[in-house]
């Protein structure tokens, strides 16, 4: 097959076409769009089938190699090798809970968290491009806890990389916040702000639309809107559905389909397995999974999108998925509406005037067309399905991921394998795990001495000067 050169536009119109690498720099499109490929590359059955012997990270490397038009493939082998070396040998384990329910294992790596997937590749693809273009970046980001952990695992020792991580201060879990805090090397520089979230995301956003300050600094993005993210986490798609075609007989392949069930927040695990079904892996259904903060699920239900603010959104027993306004969306927006900035403007102008968009005219082709369904899980469905699991399985899922057992189960079909993305590892949320099993769990070792390891944080005022001086004086430059 021969790789023909993908370039990235932006979903409201106003960007020159970029190549990959350009992207990864960039958070949002200079117009406050999101990059995204002019055209979805596409890979045939024969092709799906000639990967069927790769490890991990050759399968990763090919299926980036379509998206990375501008890296050598034989670079994007070696990062994709390096990102996924201390992971287990299958990187990405399948296991079945039975139900004609599969989960794929996208936790093992180094923070036990599916973030780590696309990061670690990330980590390596930035490294790559900023030695090529002989420059340094400072990431600059705001975490609740899973995102900015597995950056600083993902960027920790790199030369030209630096990582100044805002957290809200005392409103981490204590594992979340060793972590991030356990880490001693030089380039991260944790900064816990007195503050919530919505207070550490406020600063970043206003450091880095100050466009002098930015450019003088370097300062660079990782955030779930960064196509680097998206493209690695398409891969998991692939390599699930090898995996489980696998034990089907050879003449029964081609086009056997699967649906995958994702636990939901910002709408970016679920837009790789959407651009990973446009790309050609059969894939019947994507069952969107949401927790009691379910704008997602609403929309894709009714067509109505209304997106609530950071006071409307609960604090629940899933955490990563508290998220009111998924980011992602809009490059799903896009898509449906023909791939025209102009509507994808008119979509976004109108929440910003009436608070709602009302598509319910569309909502029939979201799953007709896009095979995009959703469901809601609660924290009494969490429990529930945690302990249920437990006792068909003997396995332990973490509440998110139960999250997607739950919705999953509301979405079976007959003859369709029904595939759920593990998004954690259940010892991150034992206190759940305690109330749905009275199930103590026990840390490995090495993550009790994370625990008890020496803390590196500088605490800090909710102060737009005091991080401006900070970073001035941490930066590389
Ligand atoms: C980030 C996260 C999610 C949500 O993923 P999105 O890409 O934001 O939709 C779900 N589960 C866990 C454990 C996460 O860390």
Redesign the pocket.
Known sequence: MTRTDVRYVSTRGGMAPQPFSETLLEGLAPDGGLAVPAQLPSVDAETLEGWRALTYPQLAAEVLGLFATDIPREDLARMTAAAYADFPDEVVPLRSIGGGITLVGLSEGPTL???DMAMQFLGQALSHVLERKDQVLNIVGATSG??GSAAEHALRGKERVSVFMLSPQGRMSPFQRAQMYSLDDANVHNIAVAGVFDDCQNLVKRLSGDLDFKHAHRLGAVN?INLGRIAAQAVYYFWAWLRVTDAVEPEFRRGFEVSFA?????????LSGFYAKGMGVPIRRLVLAANENNVLDEFFRTGVYRPRSAADTYATS?P??D?SK?S?LERFIHELVGRDPRRVADFFRAIDEQGFVDLSAEQPRFDAEFGIVSGTSTHADRLATIRAVHEASGELI?P?TADGVKVARDHLEPDVPMLVLE??KPQKFAETIREATGIELELSPELRGMLDAPQHVTEMVDDEQALREFIAAHALH
Do not use: L
């Open positions: 968290a599916f973030k899973d995102t779930s994702v636990p939901s927040g910002n709408f970016g695990n679920i899933s990563s998925m998220i998924a992602n973490d998110h998004t954690a």
